[in-house]
């Protein structure tokens, strides 16, 4: 029982001058080869952090404070630096939500492609152009000779986000890591970025972390969601069973929220009421307690913990 | 046009001041004589006729005659103006060796004790006149040293063989006169640009596609080196072209402090001895390489930043 990727109880804590406010609170998960987990909450939840201290790069001043990740059955999380380095845009890629900013406005395509194969495999510059070329076809761009020539700024945002998704492929890496890759972008391309990532990691067999806050994609693209609330993981399972039976009240009030799943056309959307509480912040109990219609005397002293509920997991004291 | 203009401005400043006649016959003319002269001159004619007389001429290469010197301004700017530019490229060279390594280095390193003696000394830097700084270089190393000559520019070779172009770059000499003159000129604007590539370059350690390149697993050289690099010298490049013309300026300091026979030594003589004529095309000559060192600066630009590439140049 050795998953390709397993996170355990990880904490992540940012630095700040008044002290040490916690982003991520103990969690864990894991991932199998070929398999895609989704991860979901709302902005503040923690699930971009999350996916930045896989690969060890949590912007300043935040840090891991607790916790394990372990990758094909190294501990990554104890590794050095220039050690990560080898695995970062080598075996776990990722992709970043806004195309317009993710690529160097000053540098070719073709440049920002082959520097990747130049850092991780020892070829020559004909050499990666040749895969750089095989992997744009890959994500469909039309005449990819001429795109390696191009500067950023001369592509429109959803080539931009295919040729990013190009980028993550070129060393066939185990893990791609796509941070709402699809946020930035106009609806009629969000389909198609979607589709070719299920795509692509369907062809290739690469384990996918897609983080969003988007339930509806979540629910047509991955096998796996992990529900994230003020950085702890609230509610994880099979997609299938998460969507159509949620536990959380939390889970419950996002898939609702959405219209045409749960919700018949014609019947209003339920919202969620209040916000999520901010960092410094949280709530004693558990963290959604002022927001949940089931709340009890319990909620507001002890911490739910995760518990087997319907073939999925789920932290919360009333269900 | 920004030449039309400063001509216009240079103009009404000649016509003006004092009278143009007096210098050249002297007391003890009649008025009869006096009225002759300057019909003959031109000078009774309206203010923009005489205007587009002087722009015609100037378009020519003719900017008139200068008193002191006794020929044309052309000649003499073009005797002047090797000195001005052998000493503005000497502090431009300084700035460009030292402000590259140093801002870059403040700004991967903020932290650092180097990097915060670097930042305090280039406050004081910015706030000492270039002046001070020259008279206290003379001290240091002409007087108290005795290492480098503290005026003049020493041996020199006359380039093309035509008298014009005497430069000094090409003898140890010469070279060595430049020293003094180029650091006391650089030092004014060298603690501008270590703080303007640091901050420059702070900006784009944080942004979106340097934080993809880490996370593209890249070497943290080619990371600062190359991706942050460039896209530091974008805004610096168009701020050095723009201080190459401010630093024709401030030679007028240096220059007297070292008594360096440039173009601001020529302007300040003709200041003191009124040769307005000579003022006039000083004006007309700064002008025209401000607008030719920003041009050459935009078409440098566009090879850095594709972004501004003329569509249909590739």
């Known amino acids: 029982m050795s998953h390709l990727l397993n996170v355990e109880d990880l904490e992540v804590k940012f630095a700040l001058r008044f002290g040490d406010i916690t982003a991520i609170d103990g969690i864990s998960f894991s991932l199998d080869k070929g398999e895609k987990l989704g991860l979901v909450g709302e902005s503040g939840a923690g699930k971009s952090v999350t996916g930045f201290s896989i690969i060890n790069l949590i912007s300043k001043p935040g840090f891991i404070s607790k916790g394990r990740i372990t990758f094909e059955g190294n501990e990554i999380s104890a590794y050095s630096d220039s050690k990560m380095r080898q695995i970062r845009g080598d075996r776990i890629s990722m992709i970043f939500q806004d195309p317009m900013m993710t690529l160097n406005p000053v540098f070719t395509i073709g440049m920002q492609m082959t520097e990747v194969l130049m850092a991780h495999r020892k070829m020559s510059k004909g050499q990666a152009r040749k895969i750089a070329l095989e992997k744009l076809k890959k994500v469909y761009i039309p005449s990819p000779e001429k795109r390696l020539a191009q500067y950023p700024h001369e592509l429109s945002g959803g080539m931009r986000q295919r040729i990013i998704i190009a980028i993550s492929l070129l060393t066939d890496p185990a893990i791609i890591i796509a941070d709402e890759p699809t946020t930035a972008l106009d609806v009629t391309i969000q389909a198609e970025i979607m589709d070719l990532l299920q795509e692509l990691c369907e062809s290739d067999n690469m384990a996918l972390i897609l983080i969003t806050h988007d339930l509806g994609v979540v629910s047509q693209v991955t096998e796996k969601i992990a529900v994230m609330y003020a950085g702890k993981i609230i509610e994880y399972g099979p997609t299938d069973q998460i969507v159509k039976h949620p536990v959380h009240p939390y889970t419950e009030g996002l898939i609702k929220s959405i219209p045409g799943t749960v919700i018949k056309p014609g019947e209003d959307l339920v919202q969620i009421p209040g916000m999520m509480p901010t960092l410094t912040n949280i709530p004693q109990g558990c963290a959604f307690n002022p927001r949940c219609y089931l709340k009890e005397d319990i909620c507001t002293t002890a911490t739910p913990e995760l518990k087997q509920k319907n073939g999925a997991m789920a932290a919360c004291h009333m269900k | ?314």
């Open chain 2, 1 to 314: 046009m920004v030449m039309l203009v400063i001509a216009l401005v240079g103009f009404s400043i000649q016509s003006n001041l004092g009278d143009p006649i007096r210098p050249l016959v002297g007391e003890r003319v009649s008025p009869e004589e006096r009225e002759a002269m300057a019909e003959k001159l031109g000078l009774n004619d309206p203010f923009f006729t005489q205007y587009f007389r002087f722009v015609k001429k100037a378009l020519k290469g003719d900017l008139g005659i200068s008193f002191i010197y006794q020929t044309s301004c052309t000649k003499v700017i073009l005797k002047h103006a090797p000195a001005t530019i052998e000493l503005i490229l000497g502090a431009a060279l300084i700035i460009i060796v030292i402000s590259l390594p140093l801002g870059v280095f403040t700004a991967l390193k903020p932290r650092s004790i180097f990097s915060k003696l670097v930042m305090g000394f280039s406050t004081l830097g910015v706030s000492i006149p270039v002046f001070l700084t020259g008279i206290m270089l003379i001290y240091l190393f002409a007087v108290t040293l005795g290492w480098l000559p503290s005026y003049g520019r020493g041996e020199t070779i006359d380039l093309f063989g035509n008298g014009y172009w005497k430069s000094g770059l090409f003898t140890i000499d010469g070279l060595k006169h430049l020293v003094l003159p180029s650091i006391s000129l650089a030092s004014i604007m060298l603690p501008l640009y270590i703080r303007l590539i640091r901050s420059e370059m702070m900006e784009v350690l944080e942004t979106e596609y340097i934080k993809y390149s880490w996370a593209k697993g890249l070497s943290p050289m080619r990371i600062w080196m190359v991706h942050a690099f460039k896209n530091t010298l974008l805004p610096v490049v168009t701020v050095f072209g723009l201080q190459i013309g401010i630093m024709f300026a401030f030679t007028i300091l240096t220059e007297t402090v070292f008594q360096w026979q440039g173009m601001g030594f020529m302007f300040l003589d003709a200041v003191q001895r009124s040769d307005i004529s000579l003022l006039n095309a000083y004006l007309v000559v700064v002008a025209c390489v401000f607008v030719i060192v920003n041009t050459v600066v935009d078409i440098f630009y566009g090879f850095i930043n594709p972004t501004v590439r003329i569509t249909g140049t590739k």
